[in-house]
């Protein structure tokens, strides 16, 4: 007996980065650490900014009565309010604190916001390659994944998204920048997006959101603008956290954002919160809420993540790998050399090079290389890298 069948498969299948993380632990083990060049993971080794440990430091020197008690179940006015300030800035949309619900990160935000809108066996269209636990989170709530590839590009595909729509389609979740492809969608795409969710909600008399999932919001190269998605649907959810941006991932603090526009607006930010509280989240970390409440607008400096894109892409390239240089986010997708990514990706390990296959993101064929780490060891994967090019023909 043991754990239930849909436990014991769901991590059968979705391994992927917990096994790399466990092959990294043995051989730091067997070879020392140095030796190992883990680019496996997404967690940043750049550390938050100087404003994050002032407020940190000024409120722990500075308690006030009851700051680390329970509060409503939405977070504190002052936060949310902070956050619609931040977000009307940046959108030009008029939010409000009641347009915010503030979560245990991106992933709570996003089983909140699952299980607030999903009867069972509700679509939500998700686009490959993708973050592997949207399955796991969709699925925890009796929903069902509809997969959708992107363009060769990792651009919106908008035929293959519109023909996926069905009577049953909830939702479509989509990442810009993407983990792992690093793609931004241009305001154009997101437009267009916009329009034909509009057109085929009416077609199907049915109710379709767009949950735009942006931890990576600020992590954005070569002087960009980020394409905001609320001006262009009105049945817009963003899914946020600070775990990137201030690189605060163990901290767990993000928020959900619900397009003012929206026409039931009031009943689900009602059910956004009662469902805060019923997964058992209850409400964001406190003393985060504090801080990041003075911290909007403020981010890591991204310069630090372009200039080791920069370097690595060129270095990748210039060995043959064929790769789309990504615009955002701290993750690169090249082509795996080998067919099967898999095995690849195994290879790589006679090096002690660890990646991720692309089959973990939905897009067998490809390799996923995180590089929100040190430069040490990103520059003592490179060895590993060019063997495995000279080995495998490129
Ligand atoms: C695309 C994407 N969404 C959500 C998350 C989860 O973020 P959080 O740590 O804030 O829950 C991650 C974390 O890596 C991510 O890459």
Redesign the pocket.
């Known amino acids: 007996m043991g754990i239930s069948k849909y436990v014991r498969q769901s991590m059968d299948e979705g391994g992927w980065i917990r096994r790399m993380f466990e092959i990294g632990i043995s051989l730091k083990a067997q070879y020392g650490e140095d030796k190992v060049f883990d680019l496996s993971l997404?967690n940043p080794v750049v550390e938050p900014p100087e404003e994050f440990n002032r407020e940190l430091q000024r409120l722990v020197n500075n308690p006030t009565k009851g700051m680390h008690r329970y509060m409503p179940n939405a977070g504190y006015s002052e936060t949310r309010q902070a956050v619609a300030d931040n977000l009307k800035s940046e959108t030009g949309v008029d939010f409000s604190l009641e347009d915010i619900v503030m979560t245990?990160?991106?992933?709570?935000?996003?089983n909140v916001t699952l299980i607030t809108l999903l009867d069972p066996g509700d679509e939500v269209i998700i686009l490959s390659p993708f973050?592997g636990?949207y399955v796991f989170y969709i699925r925890n709530h009796n929903g069902v994944a509809v997969i959708v590839p992107t363009d060769e590009k990792f651009q919106l595909d908008l035929a293959a998204i519109e023909s996926a729509v069905t009577p049953r389609t909830r939702a479509i979740i989509i990442?810009s920048p993407?983990?792992p492809s690093g793609a931004v969608y241009p305001s154009e795409q997101l437009a267009a997006l916009g329009d034909m969710l509009v057109q085929k909600q009416k077609e199907l008399n049915s109710e379709i959101f767009i949950l735009s999932?942006e931890?990576?919001r600020r992590i954005i190269y070569d002087d960009q603008v980020y394409p905001q998605v609320f001006p262009h649907y009105e049945n817009t959810i963003v899914?946020n956290?600070?775990?990137?941006d201030l690189g605060l991932?163990g901290e767990?603090i993000?928020h959900i954002a619900v397009s003012p526009a929206y026409a039931n607006r009031k009943e689900l930010l009602d059910g956004l919160i009662f469902c805060n509280r019923s997964l058992g989240f209850v409400n964001a970390p406190a003393l985060m809420q504090h801080v990041v409440r003075a911290l909007q607008g403020i981010s890591v400096d991204v310069s630090d993540y372009q200039r080791k894109r920069d370097f690595l892409c060129s270095q990748l390239t210039e060995m043959g790998y064929s790769l789309v240089k990504p615009q955002g986010a701290f993750y690169l997708f090249p082509k795996s050399p080998l067919e099967d990514d898999a095995a690849f990706v195994e290879a790589l390990q006679e090096w002690n090079v660890l990646t991720v296959p692309g089959k973990g993101f939905g897009t067998p064929g490809h390799f996923r290389i995180s590089y929100c780490l040190e430069d040490r060891v990103l520059e003592g994967a490179l060895e590993g890298f060019a063997r495995a090019a000279e080995k495998f023909g490129l």
């Open positions: 997404g245990c990160g991106a992933a709570a935000a996003a973050f636990e990442n993407n983990n999932d931890p990576y899914l956290s600070h775990a990137k991932p767990r993000g």
